[in-house]
């Protein structure tokens, strides 16, 4: 085999990396879904309509129909602020789905895995609006994951716990 086909052949073995889902990432965002959960407990027709690999659609109506919960915080990127949003452990509830941890994957691709233990710890909540209006894909949204962080400062006003808000929400796998 010459130089030429030994580096085509070497690059597309390499790209294949790059095409192939690995397990740890497949609850990235999916395009015209508001938000997908994914649980390796979640059998494959979880989803009538399909999401593929146990992932579960969340529309916007029906995560609207939650019942609304507040945090009123300040972030690094915010001033202190009102956001209303479901728990997420009520968002995890709708789908069926528990585990001992949860990766959220944010639209530009960002991702951030915290302990199943900080729902009942903190009340977490997917914010949807804040001060009264919906958050928008400019300004955090659609959903903008809240810990009342002036509330436990001394452990969420720290490099570690800020980097937990995570915001433009739209995918979730819980492991």
């Not at 915080?73 to 602020?81: K, M, N």
């Not at 452990?89 to 991702?111: E, I, M, Q, T």
């Not at 928008?136 to 808000?165: C, H, I, N, W």
Request: aromatic content about 8%; hydrophobic content about 45%.
């Amino acid at each position: 085999m010459n130089a030429r086909k030994l580096i085509v052949v070497t690059s597309i073995v390499m790209g294949l990396e790059f095409v192939a889902p690995a397990p740890a990432l497949a609850a990235r965002c999916l395009p015209d879904t508001f938000l997908v959960i994914r649980s390796e407990s979640l059998p494959e027709d979880a989803q009538p309509n399909g999401v593929a690999m146990g992932g579960i659609a969340i529309s916007e109506a029906q995560l609207l129909s939650l019942p609304v919960h507040a945090i009123t915080t300040a972030t690094d990127w915010t001033p202190r602020s009102r956001f209303d949003g479901p728990l997420l452990s009520d968002v995890l509830a709708l789908a069926k789905v528990r585990g001992k941890s949860v990766r959220l994957f944010a639209l530009d691709n960002y991702s951030i895995t915290i302990p199943w233990s900080d729902m009942d710890r903190y009340g977490i909540i997917l914010a949807h609006s804040q001060n009264g209006e919906r958050l928008s894909k400019r300004k955090f949204g659609p959903l903008f994951l809240m810990y009342p962080r002036d509330q436990y400062a001394s452990v969420l006003d720290t490099p570690t716990g800020t980097e937990k808000f995570i915001w433009q929400v739209c995918g979730i796998h819980v492991r």
